[in-house]
């Protein structure tokens, strides 16, 4: 049976609006809206209002999440003491292997469970889990069913967030297929295995339209992933799935692109792009350094990108020109990737914040469309992220998952401001504390800021990150 809600004000397309009537289909879809007529009289009938449940508050597209890996959770906060005057991602690298040589998929679903309800409660409602730890401690391989995989899965479905899992061919150490490194070892899969791996899992999920459970591939890097096998696998897998999210880490440090420029003479996105592969199911994850002329190839394409500006800059990556990239017609959306911070305002916040000391003006990713920042900027990443992972959500409209943010307009950092403002108090104000109440496909996972496991899973979470901190 449908259910009805009221939304007192709601971000749909066209604009800001007040007082629309929303029919929730049984599988989680937006069935209809109704907008009352200019003037204020309400055409709806009344028997709708006597049974909508009414959502007093302000109404947002929940956000999707285009890049996470959830094991690197037990690692936030931990890495943040200097080694040496040359610290980069290279040598934080070391710390995520000796995690990643640690970790059991018992341990896992603990570190998503809890990752996933701080998701939810940040107004991620679904999430793109980039995975490539697939192997069990100690070497073999798993069964039919590969427990690390599962246990993320679980994760997923036990919290209520949407989830394209993503698993991650991983076979090289660098450019010249240079053998994998012992603390990479439980990464490998041979191509053949990867792709079996692939399609029993598409076989088994189906892919259903309004389900939140949906599989993607990822390839890991042009340097862990030689080019001939990115390729083949590539076309396989568009057979097996013509819309598959496929998605891969490209340009993301200095030290990657002098590499592939030695190895091969071009650099990683000009070699990618040059496959003639990349069309508007791809994500191309990070792409700091890209040119100019990359960034037009990747809008042209219709690839999106996805950053991860905490994670860039917890690991002194560098810049990524989204000023230039948006206004070439660019897709982009954000990840929280290594989870140092687990909030889409932030990254959101960060994007503007960069541009702005880039270019030192501010009021940089506005467009004359909308010239609310937060607003254009929560609007287009909730979009792009959904389509960027598969997912059908990202906007309040027919046909779309009921994947929804409530936000409390009398919390003090949203107090003053307009509806037309409400986004910018979440991005620019401190307004994330605002998050009430967080709906995935017709179903409140978040009331009053607080999820249903909150609490049962705090105790053994508490316990893996002692273990985890004590084992370091």
Not at 1 to 12: G, K, P, Q, S, V
Not at 114 to 120: A, G, N, R
Request: glycine letters at 10%; one cysteine or more; aromatic letters at 6%.
């Amino acid at each position: 049976m449908a259910r009805l809600f009221r939304l007192e004000t709601a971000l749909l397309p066209q604009g800001w609006v007040r007082n629309a009537r929303v029919s929730v289909g049984e599988d989680g879809a937006i069935a209809r809206i109704d907008i009352p007529s200019p003037g204020g009289a309400d055409d709806v009938a009344v028997v709708d209002h006597e049974r909508a449940e009414e959502i007093r508050g302000i109404v947002v597209p929940g956000m999707s999440n285009a890049h996470s890996h959830a094991f690197q959770r037990g690692m936030a906060g931990n890495t943040e003491f200097r080694l040496s005057a040359r610290d980069s991602f290279w040598t934080w690298r070391q710390a995520m292997y000796a995690l990643a040589n640690r970790i059991t998929p018992e341990d896992l679903k603990v570190l998503a469970g809890q990752l996933f309800v701080e998701m939810l409660t940040a107004g991620y409602t679904a999430v793109a889990e980039f995975h490539y730890i697939h192997r069990p401690l100690g070497g073999g391989m798993y069964g039919e069913s590969n427990a690390l995989w599962e246990a993320v899965a679980s994760a997923a479905a036990d919290t209520g967030i949407a989830m394209t899992f993503l698993p991650t061919l991983y076979q090289t150490s660098d450019f010249g297929a240079a053998p994998l490194r012992p603390e990479q070892s439980r990464f490998a899969l041979t191509t053949d295995e990867f792709l079996k791996a692939v399609e029993t899992r598409l076989r088994e999920d189906g892919n259903a339209e309004f389900r939140t459970r949906r599989t993607g591939v990822a390839f890991h890097s042009l340097r862990a992933v030689p080019l001939p096998v990115l390729t083949r696998a590539a076309r396989v897998l568009r057979e097996l799935a013509a819309g598959l999210p496929l998605h891969i880490h490209v340009a993301e440090q200095v030290k990657e692109i002098e590499s592939c420029l030695a190895h091969t003479g071009r650099r990683p996105v000009e070699l990618l792009l040059d496959t003639g592969l990349i069309d508007r199911h791809w994500c191309l994850v990070h792409a700091t350094h890209s040119t100019a002329a990359e960034l037009r190839r990747i809008a042209d394409a219709g690839a999106s990108v996805c950053v991860s500006i905490t994670t860039e800059a917890n690991l002194g990556d560098g810049f990524f020109d989204a000023a230039r990239f948006l206004k070439l017609g660019g897709r982009m959306c954000v990840g929280s990737d290594s989870q140092s911070t687990v909030s889409p305002a932030e990254e959101l916040r960060w994007m503007e914040y960069q541009a702005r000391l880039r270019k030192r003006r501010r009021g940089v990713l506005a467009d004359p469309a909308q010239t609310h920042v937060g607003t254009r900027l929560w609007r287009d990443a909730a979009r792009e992220g959904a389509r960027a992972i598969g997912q059908p959500a990202g906007v309040i409209e027919v046909g779309a998952r009921a994947d929804w943010v409530v936000l409390d307009p009398d919390h003090p950092s949203m107090v003053g401001g307009t509806d037309e403002a409400a986004l910018d108090h979440v991005i620019f104000a401190g307004g994330s504390a605002a998050i009430r109440d967080v709906m995935v496909g017709g179903r409140w996972v978040i009331k009053d800021g607080r999820h249903a496991l909150a609490d049962s899973l705090a105790g053994p979470f508490r316990d893996l990150m002692r273990s985890l901190t004590r084992g370091s």
